[in-house]
Structures are given as C-alpha cells and as structure tokens.
C-alpha cells in the first residue's frame, strides 16, 4: 500500500503561482511514477504531468506545457507541481497518484485525497 497526501492548495489571484506537495509514504512507495491530475466541478477528472521514478522522465497535458512544471525529491519521496500565471479555469481539486510505470492516462493504483486550488479573476 502506498499513501499518498497533497498539501499546498488554496486561493490565489490570476496570474498568480502556487506549489502543490504531494508526499508519499509505504511500501515501496520509492518505486512509483507519479502523475497529477485535477478535477473541476462538474467536469471529468482531467491527466496534468506525470514524472518517472528516478524523475528523468515526464509528461503533460498541452494545455499546461510552459505554465506547470511537475518535479520529485526521490531522498523525501515527495513529488511537486509548481503551479505558475494561473486563470480561473485552473480552479479545480488537484490529486497526485501513484502508478508502476509512468503514464498520461488512468488508472493509477493509488490518489491522494486532493487539495482545493481556487483562482480568482
């Protein structure tokens, strides 16, 4: 089993930048490649980036290419999501999870709980 917990979330004007943490904890949790994801209200849960184990290797959804930067500490097993000029259509739950192999789409094998990022205009 791995746990996963995302911090970092919170309010934030346009244009502004926020840096979500998402710290792992268990069983091999060393050995995953992590995404992040987000959901908005009344949307589907939506692929942001993803980082290989050894942080080498990542990937993101176009939308967010140049605005988002996806990274990890492989010493804390914590990944990060440094969030930058950020428009109120990023305003949405944000969730890291964790998967065998590194990957733009789900299913992952375990989520955090999410943490609430709110842009205003």
């Known amino acids: 089993q791995v746990q996963l917990v995302e911090s970092g979330g919170g309010l934030v004007q346009a244009g502004g930048s926020l840096r979500l943490s998402c710290a792992a904890s268990?069983?091999?949790?060393?050995?995953?490649?992590m995404g992040w994801f987000r959901q908005a209200p009344g949307k589907e849960r939506e692929f942001l980036a993803a980082?290989?184990?050894?942080?080498?290797?990542?990937a993101y959804r176009d939308s967010v290419k140049g605005r988002f930067t996806i990274s990890r500490d492989v010493a804390k097993v914590t990944v990060y999501l440094q969030m930058n000029s950020l428009k109120p259509e990023d305003t949405a739950v944000y969730y890291c999870?964790?998967?065998?192999?590194?990957?733009?789409?789900?299913?992952?094998?375990?989520w955090g709980q999410g943490t609430q990022v709110t842009v205003s205009s």
């Open positions: 999870a964790a998967k065998a192999f590194i990957a733009t789409t789900e299913p992952y094998d375990y």
């Open positions: 268990g069983r091999a949790s060393r050995n995953y490649a």
């Open positions: 980082i290989s184990q050894s942080g080498t290797a990542t």
